[in-house]
């Protein structure tokens, strides 16, 4: 940890008081010969984006939280030249109040600037340390808009009016002659966290420049067939004065990045950018307002939704230095409309491109099968699960960027799967370790500014946990957790009923102390994803997820040699699920929603199979008949879909994943480029939890997983279903592994497989 209280700067009378602040600045030095080095060590509050003689170097720092404040190790020199040399920093400061900033990005009241480091030649070297040598100024007219008045967790979404004298800040020829020598903030401690800094624990974004695909729909004079040469770079387009232009684009497919337009002339002009994951129908549903969607290509019934950002040029750009716009954070787009009204001068519009962006997962694992829309359904699930990971994992790119604990431990299962990376899924775990509170839960997101807490969201820390057992066993990384993961339990143990069930310990979003959420099934809309019987008392899926957490972090503990802890876990699981069975079983011989009550579902059914409170026959009757009588029961929705096939997977019921895979074939049908939130009110249009097949795929299908915790043993233990063959190569922590399977006239399976020499492998084949 970096004792870096020295080295924070803030332009003179830059204190965020109500409202999210812009700050530049700059740092101006020169070498008569190219630096052999330039190593600066660099932080903000809120968030930075570093420029070396006006190209982007780097954007940070990595999203912490009131504990670990991140920064960031830039190496510079190869943008650096011979004669002057300009390093420009944006940063975007957000105030404390909670409602006023974005709800995963922490920050402290007082905003600013952190660099540490120095440039050095054989010759010379220059400290590029924070100090009065940096300038910095305030942007005057930038305001951050909330993208809602109901919940507004991303403000990141901007209105800005040029400043002709801030324009070209980011070159070397610009004159900064009037700006003012940059203050030492003294209010930052030693116990505050951005006193002490913390080194990058996750590789940096990856940028990727790209061009909009065509152009979709046109208002304006200038030819379609003009306006796609523009987007290629080939050639500008002008929009005369006192003229308006609207043209929508098209990305082909659901992107994050940053958005750069590139304009001259154009003074007294507004320029808006709307960007959209799809075309909607009239409308809005739901407490959330949001609109009907159907076919996301549909423009001829539909229209384009989203969030707008405004601009107001200063009309001082020229095609050979021209004036840009670039949104300080990436967007979230498969379609933008760009508006321009312009008045008394023409504006030249040069570019207008993007730089895709996110983790750099590099998927290694490719596998296939005889369903004909399996490869379609991989394309949309991986690009989901690509489009979900930046700085944390996301529930999703476009509302919320919030790191839930629910999505994300499918989310890691997923990449574990693909591409055997673990470097963001310690992090995240991380996150949600430093999040727990007083009583145990940790909170639903994290990093989050505030309070979120989801009871039985704390229970998938726990299986996040084990699962990292499962592929790396790690018991650095378990000893670590242990104590936490036992303060989660603690919490719902203080919770039991005498009956030895758990009690009421949620509700109704905004309505109790805690949202009970379980799953966004359509019978549940009214209840805000919660069984209806959470209106009578408690619900008996509490109960079987925290069975559920007692069970895994046994295992944890068994591994751990703990063997007591172990044993005493295990003996709350049996008494819990004795409880569940006297209390919770219904007139119809299934486990119903809550005690007492004759409301059943097809998730209190999978979770009675896979915590083995139902045996495998019981719970194979039970579940069958939420599948053959689906208007009768619940269904598991998109975010519980792991789960379901997992059950299904469990009383040898997988073939019936042939029609629950109608979900994602309805995505297609739609012209989805991702995966939905949910089938309700599809909200989000990229929703990585719902990136299953990735997992499914290859670790089911063709059952390559681990035997034991380590992968030191590889199972192979293929589970057809419906299908007649697969064949894939699996990256696992064991080494790369083929597989290839066939059914016969009989139903058996033909397998073959190709595994490191050394590796043990157990084989079993359905």
Not at 286 to 306: N, S
Request: proline share 4%; with cysteine.
């Amino acid at each position: 940890m970096l004792d870096a209280r020295k080295n924070w700067i803030r332009p003179k009378n830059g204190i965020v008081k109500d409202k999210p602040m812009r700050m530049l600045f700059r740092r101006t030095f020169y070498f008569d010969e190219i630096p052999e080095t330039a190593q600066l060590m660099v932080s903000a509050d809120s968030r930075y984006k570093l420029y070396v003689n006006g190209q982007l170097v780097e954007a940070g720092p990595c999203k912490g939280d009131s504990e670990v404040w991140y920064y960031d190790e830039l190496e510079l020199a190869s943008y650096l030249r011979t004669g002057k040399n300009v390093i420009a920093v944006e940063v975007l400061a957000f105030p404390n109040e909670h409602g006023n900033g974005s709800f995963s990005i922490f920050r402290t009241g007082h905003p600013g600037l952190f660099v540490s480091g120095k440039a050095e030649s054989r010759h010379i070297a220059i400290d590029l340390s924070a100090d009065e040598q940096w300038k910095g100024c305030i942007d005057p007219d930038f305001s951050i808009i909330k993208e809602s008045d109901i919940f507004a967790p991303l403000q990141m979404i901007e209105e800005r009016k040029a400043h002709p004298e801030i324009i070209q800040w980011k070159l070397t020829d610009y004159d900064d002659s009037y700006w003012e020598n940059a203050v030492y903030d003294t209010e930052l401690s030693a116990e505050f966290s951005p006193g002490n800094l913390s080194g990058r624990v996750i590789p940096f974004l990856y940028r990727k420049h790209k061009q909009f695909v065509g152009v979709r729909s046109v208002q304006t004079e200038i030819e379609k067939a003009e306006l796609e040469l523009f987007l290629k770079g080939s050639h500008s387009v002008t929009v005369e004065k006192n003229q308006k232009m609207i043209i929508e684009l098209n990305a082909g497919e659901e992107e994050t990045g940053y958005l750069y337009l590139k304009i001259a002339g154009g003074k007294g002009s507004c320029v808006k950018i709307l960007t959209s994951e799809g075309y909607v129908q009239e409308g809005f549903q739901g407490d959330l307002k949001v609109p009907f969607k159907k076919d996301r290509l549909d423009t001829e019934c539909g229209h384009l939704h989203g969030f707008t950002d405004t601009y107001a040029p200063a009309g001082n750009g020229t095609h050979d230095k021209p004036e840009e716009y670039a949104p300080f954070w990436f967007r979230t787009f498969r379609f933008v409309r760009l508006e321009v009204e312009t008045k008394e001068e023409p504006m030249t519009l040069l570019s207008f491109d993007y730089e895709e962006t996110g983790y750099p997962l590099e998927v290694k694992t490719r596998a296939s099968a005889d369903d004909p829309d399996f490869e379609a359904i991989w394309d949309i699930s991986e690009r989901s699960l690509r489009r979900c990971m930046h700085e944390t994992y996301e529930d999703c790119p476009f509302y919320e960027q919030l790191q839930y604990v629910m999505d994300s431990r499918t989310q890691i299962l997923y990449t574990y799967t693909v591409s055997g990376d673990d470097r963001l899924a310690r992090k995240c775990m991380d996150d949600f370790r430093r999040s727990q509170r007083c009583d145990g839960l940790t909170n639903s997101s994290h990093p989050n500014y505030e309070s979120n807490v989801i009871p039985s969201f704390s229970i998938y820390y726990i299986l996040m946990v084990y699962d990292h057992m499962m592929y790396f066993g790690d018991k650095e990384l378990l000893r670590e957790h242990l104590p936490h993961i036992d303060r989660v339990l603690q919490f719902f143990h203080k919770h039991l009923t005498r009956h030895g069930y758990l009690d009421k310990i949620g509700g109704l979003n905004g309505r109790a102390r805690f949202w009970s959420f379980i799953d966004w099934a359509a019978e549940w809309k009214e209840t805000s994803g919660i069984p209806p019987a959470t209106l009578q008392g408690p619900i008996t899926m509490e109960s079987l997820l925290y069975i559920y957490g007692l069970q895994a972090a046994a295992k944890i503990a068994s591994y751990l040699d703990f063997t007591d802890l172990s044993d005493s876990y295990c003996t709350e699981a049996k008494n819990v699920q004795n409880a569940v069975k006297k209390f919770m079983t219904g007139k119809k011989g299934m486990l119903t929603d809550g005690p007492g009550i004759e409301e059943y579902s097809q998730h209190v059914q999978v979770f009675a199979v896979l915590t083995g409170t139902l045996d495998h026959e019981e719970g194979k009757k039970v579940l069958l008949e939420t599948i053959e009588n689906k208007e009768t029961y619940p269904q598991c929705s998109v975010a519980m879909a792991f789960y379901l096939y997992r059950a299904l997977e469990e009383t040898g019921l997988y073939e019936y994943t042939q029609e629950y895979w109608g979900i994602w074939r309805r995505m297609l049908a739609k012209h989805s480029t991702t995966c939905i939130e949910d089938e309700i009110q599809e909200r989000s249009d990229c929703h990585a939890w719902g990136a299953l097949i990735l997992y499914e795929l290859p670790s089911v299908i063709l059952g390559v997983r681990p035997e034991e915790p380590g992968y030191k043993t590889i199972g192979i233990r293929p589970q057809p279903g419906y299908l007649n063959e697969a064949e894939g190569d699996l990256l696992t922590p064991a080494g790369k592994i083929h597989v290839h399977w066939i059914k016969d006239k009989e139903g058996k399976l033909d397998l073959t497989y190709d595994a490191p020499k050394d590796a043990a492998v157990v084989i079993e084949k359905s």
